[in-house]
């Protein structure tokens, strides 16, 4: 199955989509910064800016953003806009650039599968740290074409070099100061990939 994923959602949704998120995306920002302190993320899939934004105002100085969705960045503040690009993860290649921390949250499952390599190495050449969340079979959503297990992603981070950093993410749930209700997948689907093994050949 296939979809134009830059029609895929309706600016009416994404805007309420991102009142509903605000808060928790702020929870999962400051648990971040206070677990990891990136000096430089990038966010791969980052819709309308929930992540980025929250970011910015916890001090990071450095952000990258890019979505497959016009409708979703043109809901980006617009002070950060500048900062974020329209692309298919399908097809194109961000911006050459490498970030302390790259973010990619519950955009896998929107990418065919004959692109979960791609996306994989689209996400290692921008850094050493991944913070990786994307929907399992079972879970609900619009627009799902990829539901995969973890087991699925983790061979695929582990041919480009990369483990499951389960020490990162113990120390980012301790860091979480407030109860995370709507975004719920993200507690269930979140983890955390290092890199372990520079100069891995790329397949």
């Given at each position: 199955m296939t979809y134009d994923v830059?029609?895929?959602?309706?600016?009416?949704?994404?805007?309420?989509?991102?009142?509903?998120?605000?808060?928790?995306?702020?929870?999962?920002?400051?648990?971040?910064?206070?677990?990891?302190?990136?000096a430089s993320v990038a966010d791969i899939?980052?819709?309308?800016?929930?992540?980025?934004?929250?970011?910015?105002?916890?001090?990071?100085?450095?952000?990258?953003?890019?979505d497959g969705s016009s409708a979703s960045l043109a809901r980006v503040r617009e002070d950060l806009r500048a900062k974020t690009w329209l692309m298919d993860l399908r097809y194109d290649r961000p911006?050459?650039?490498?970030?302390?921390?790259?973010?990619?949250?519950?955009?896998?499952?929107?990418?065919?599968?004959e692109y979960?390599?791609?996306?994989?190495?689209?996400l290692t050449s921008l850094g050493p740290m991944i913070f990786f969340s994307a929907a399992a079979p079972g879970q609900g959503g619009e627009w799902h074409v990829n539901l995969r297990p973890l087991e699925y992603w983790d061979a695929i981070f582990a041919r480009h070099g990369y483990?499951?950093?389960?020490?990162?993410?113990?120390d980012w749930r301790q860091a979480i100061s407030a109860p995370i209700h709507s975004a719920w997948w993200l507690l269930r689907?979140?983890?955390?990939?290092?890199q372990v093994q520079p100069g891995v050949q790329r397949t």
């Open positions: 830059a029609r895929a959602y309706s600016d009416e949704w994404i805007a309420r989509m991102k009142r509903e998120l605000a808060a928790d995306y702020l929870t999962v920002a400051r648990a971040l910064v206070s677990s990891l302190k990136p899939g980052c819709g309308p800016g929930l992540l980025l934004e929250p970011l910015v105002d916890e001090g990071v100085p450095v952000i990258y953003g890019c911006p050459p650039g490498r970030f302390d921390l790259v973010a990619c949250l519950e955009v896998a499952e929107h990418i065919e599968e979960s390599e791609r996306l994989v190495e689209t483990a499951l950093d389960w020490r990162t993410y113990h689907n979140v983890v955390f990939f290092r």
